[in-house]
């Protein structure tokens, strides 16, 4: 009866962590951020270019990815191969000359944390066309959206995430719960299925995270899961060389773990136990370095230092979560109360001593990856990391109480040396064995001690402590699909490529967008329109820019007729960030002038 429901409860647990995960699961992009494009996105070419060339801030591997050249009908042109002039340069050669037009690039690359990056740009060739027109910028979001990921790839690849770090809990948390608390609980049924359980799910869950890189990567459905081609271009990629040493890891691991389980063990074999632990320490210390080395530790600034705080952030939850699951389901519910006063004190310093490392580690990794409190505002990661701060501290708040009642339950006997002298007839040897059971009665001693209840009350807090753990982990599954947040906040500083403003009055609008509106070299594309909507060509237009709070005077901008309404300026260089002051004199007849003035931001 207890076990059945004990099974439902683990069901409906995990059931609804799958569902969370399902719920929130979506192709996630940008991890690397794109920091140029040759050409720029918008820019004029009075000539076709002899490649395309993306460079981002990290590397990155294009075997799963492609950069694609369309014309302004959305007909793919003939291009090379993609190459990697350098580990951040992706780059494809443009095979024949491009006549004059306005021409849309796609591209998709796998960031070094394994995660996709998306994106595209226009630009033109000649000035017979406008690159930054509505119309051209929808073709690109069309054709962008064409090679984005499925959402069925996205929701199967999130839940493999959540097993991974599951697994890797139940797995080092029950070994490591044997062999340093409870050595003749290799004799349990239930914590050699724990333990077997945690193999067997980390195994299936690193096959499937492997297989599925490849649609996730290349943005196929979960038909392409088997595809020859794409499993090989999964091998060549760095997370799939780090999930290929995870397997093999765990393959080792299994005799270690069959000589582990294979109970009763023998006593007097000493040197052989050393030798066991030294194996399963250094193969478990490596299996959940592959995590780091898989995700967001591996990459960005302090990557050393990040890869250890990782491990040891991992560890430690594997440590605690793992430890409760064994404490829940096989010592509270099979030692006697005896047992329990060793096993529980013990497990109760290990779990404060990795709560503090969970605490500094995550610290450290939450300035790391968040970068300020802006990220907590305006990006993903940061709002789900306040989710997990907050379970966290839940979590906190229970394993608390959890160990107030341990103390409580399990305290130890009062020492002699401080036994109180009594009169004569008095007991003299009196020490503390077991709290009294509340509300007991005096008229039952039966009822003085009661290890039911005491069982009972400890078993509830430590399964609520493993159902926190558990949303816990959901959200770290989240987290490592969400971009971090000092990325995120980079990605929006450089996304759209580019910037613009309309200047109005009475007579006559001038939109303006600046091509790719940061500083060095930029491209304005500019259209004049009546305040109708309506294009009008004005007899002349002139353009300055000027930053008057810095004391910059007024830049002419030289712009050149591209069509009816339609002007451009190329190659104008901007000098510094900042709002800087447009003002545009449009001459509509020989004796009337109309002069706007707006702002625009550079980056």
């Not at 797995?171 to 239930?190: K, Q």
């Not at 007097?268 to 995700?295: D, E, F, H, I, K």
């Not at 560890?315 to 005896?338: E, I, K, R």
């Not at 509106?517 to 304005?524: C, R, S």
Request: some cysteine; glycine content about 8%; proline content about 6%.
């Amino acid at each position: 009866m207890h076990r059945a429901r004990l099974v439902k409860r683990l069901v409906f647990v995990i059931g609804t962590a799958a569902a969370i995960i399902i719920a929130s699961a979506t192709p996630v992009f940008a991890h690397a951020v794109l920091l140029q494009t040759s050409p720029t996105a918008g820019q004029v070419l009075l000539k076709p270019p002899r490649e395309v060339s993306l460079r981002f801030d990290e590397p990155v591997e294009a075997s799963l990815g492609a950069v694609r050249l369309y014309d302004s009908r959305g007909r793919r042109l003939d291009t090379g191969a993609t190459t990697k002039p350098s580990a951040q340069v992706v780059a494809v050669p443009v095979r024949s000359s491009l006549p004059g037009g306005a021409y849309v690039v796609t591209w998709r690359v796998i960031s070094a944390d394994s995660h996709p990056v998306q994106g595209s740009f226009t630009f033109q060739v000649g000035t017979g066309a406008n690159a930054t027109a509505p119309a051209v910028q929808a073709l690109a979001g069309n054709l962008l959206s064409k090679t984005g990921g499925s959402k069925a790839v996205g929701v199967v690849y999130g839940v493999a995430r959540w097993l991974v770090f599951a697994a890797l809990a139940l797995l080092i948390g029950s070994v490591a719960f044997v062999v340093l608390i409870w050595p003749s609980g290799v004799r349990s049924r239930r914590v050699r299925a724990l333990v077997w359980t945690g193999w067997t799910a980390l195994v299936v869950a690193t096959l499937a995270s492997f297989v599925l890189e490849g649609p996730y990567g290349a943005g196929l459905g979960l038909s392409a899961v088997w595809k020859p081609s794409v499993i090989g271009d999964v091998i060549d990629t760095h997370f799939g060389h780090v999930l290929i040493v995870r397997l093999l890891l765990l393959v080792l691991a299994f005799p270690l773990l069959r000589t582990m389980l294979r109970a009763p063990q023998d006593p007097t074999s000493r040197r052989r136990s050393t030798r066991w632990r030294v194996a399963a320490g250094v193969l478990a210390a490596g299996v959940v370095l592959t995590v780091g080395l898989a995700g967001h530790a591996d990459v960005g600034s302090f990557v050393p230092l990040a890869l250890i705080s990782d491990w040891l952030h991992l560890s430690a939850m594997s440590l605690w979560v793992g430890g409760l699951v064994v404490l829940a389901v096989a010592a509270l519910a099979q030692c006697d109360l005896d047992e329990l006063d060793t096993i529980v004190p013990r497990f109760s310093q290990i779990a404060l001593t990795c709560v503090c490392a969970l605490i500094v580690t995550g610290a450290y990794q939450t300035w790391r990856q968040v970068g300020g409190l802006e990220a907590f505002r305006r990006t993903d990661f940061g709002q789900l990391l306040i989710i997990k701060l907050a379970i966290f501290a839940v979590l906190l708040i229970v394993a608390t109480r959890s160990r107030a009642i341990t103390q409580y339950l399990f305290r130890p006997p009062i020492p002699d040396a401080e036994l109180v002298p009594v009169v004569s007839g008095g007991a003299d040897d009196y020490t503390l064995e077991r709290p009294i059971r509340p509300h007991a009665s005096d008229d039952d001693p039966d009822e003085m001690f009661d290890d039911d209840y005491e069982r009972r009350t400890l078993r509830r807090m430590v399964g609520f402590e493993v159902v926190l753990a558990v949303a816990i982990l959901v959200v770290s599954a989240l987290l490592v699909n969400a971009q971090p947040g000092r990325t995120a906040l980079k990605t929006l500083a450089f996304s759209g490529g580019s910037t613009g403003v309309t200047l109005k009055s009475d007579t006559i609008w001038v939109d303006l967008t600046f091509a790719p509106g940061t500083v060095g070299a930029n491209d304005i594309h500019i259209n004049t329109l009546r305040p109708s909507g309506a294009l009008i060509t004005p007899l002349d237009l002139k353009l300055t820019l000027d930053q008057p709070s810095k004391g910059i005077a007024p830049l002419d901008v030289p712009v050149i007729s591209a069509g009816p309404g339609h002007y451009i300026a190329t190659g104008v260089t901007i000098p510094l960030t900042g709002r800087w002051r447009v003002t545009a004199r449009a001459l509509l007849t020989p004796i009337d002038e109309a002069t706007v003035v707006g702002t625009v931001d550079i980056r």
